[in-house]
T-cell receptor, first 109, second 117 residues
Framework: DAKTTQPPSMDCAEGRAANLPCNHS???????VYWYRQIHSQGPQYIIHGLKNNETNEMASLIITEDRKSSTLILPHATLRDTAVYYC??????????FGAGTQVVVTP | DTGVSQNPRHKITKRGQNVTFRCDPI?????LYWYRQTLGQGPEFLTY????????KSRLLSDRFSAERPKGSFSTLEIQRTEQGDSAMYLC???????????????FGPGTRLTVT
């Protein structure tokens, strides 16, 4: 099963919004889109997930296209502590997470 | 701290030795997952428990690997006859029982870093 596609890296200025794209064109109807991040030397941290509606929580917003083939994670006001590898994944409920290479986000002052 | 804990945090062993790692999930989380992460790569799924039942195993989990969750609480991952290729970070995650589909994020521990010399 094909994993998702993400750009390998992106930079973001502190205080600006960071928009992280993800392509999941092979997503099936019962699969959710999940976003996690991993700060250096720590375990991955859950950010947000969604099925077809846009979602928002205290960390980020998730925008899913109507055809569900792609999504964008938005960090509204990036801080230096948001520097991390961000992973976009698709999985069924309670399913295993299939991490790809992710996007290395570097937030600069 | 009521998060997922893993012990030891670091383990250095010689090739051919056996090692065992422990994971204590968040209390009352009935699902427990093991992943392995090598340098520069994303984590790879190894195995998954629901309560004490091991429901799925990756092909990465060779015969030298065994995982248990005897009472549906903590879990152990044992590697027998370690090889240098086993050097990696071993991550454990847990997720809660949910009455509705959608609340199933996984909470990860800090990992156990294994170095096989």
């Amino acid at each position: 099963d094909a994993k998702t596609t993400q750009p390998p890296s992106m930079d973001c200025a502190e205080g600006r919004a960071a928009n992280l794209p993800c392509n999941h064109s092979t997503i099936s109807g019962n699969e959710y889109v999940y976003w996690y991040r991993q700060i250096h030397s720590q375990g991955p941290q859950y950010i947000i997930h969604g099925l077809k509606n846009n979602e928002t929580n205290e960390m980020a917003s998730l925008i899913i296209t109507e055809d569900r083939k792609s999504s964008t994670l938005i960090l509204p006001h990036a801080t230096l502590r948001d520097t991390a590898v961000y992973y976009c994944m698709k999985t069924i409920s309670w399913g295993k997470l299939q991490f790809g290479a992710g996007t290395q986000v570097v937030v600069t002052p | 701290d009521t998060g997922v804990s893993q012990n030891p945090r670091h383990k250095i062993t010689k090739r051919g030795q056996n090692v065992t790692f422990r994971c204590d999930p968040i209390s009352e989380h009935n699902r427990l997952y093991w992943y392995r992460q090598t340098l520069g790569q994303g984590p790879e799924f190894l195995t998954y428990f629901q309560n004490e039942a091991q429901l799925e195993k990756s092909r990465l989990l060779s015969d030298r690997f065994s995982a248990e969750r005897p009472k549906g609480s903590f879990s152990t991952l044992e590697i027998q006859r370690t090889e240098q290729g086993d050097s990696a970070m071993y991550l454990c995650a847990s997720s809660p029982r949910s009455l509705w589909a959608g609340n199933h994020e996984q909470y990860f521990g800090p990992g156990t870093r294994l170095t096989v010399t």
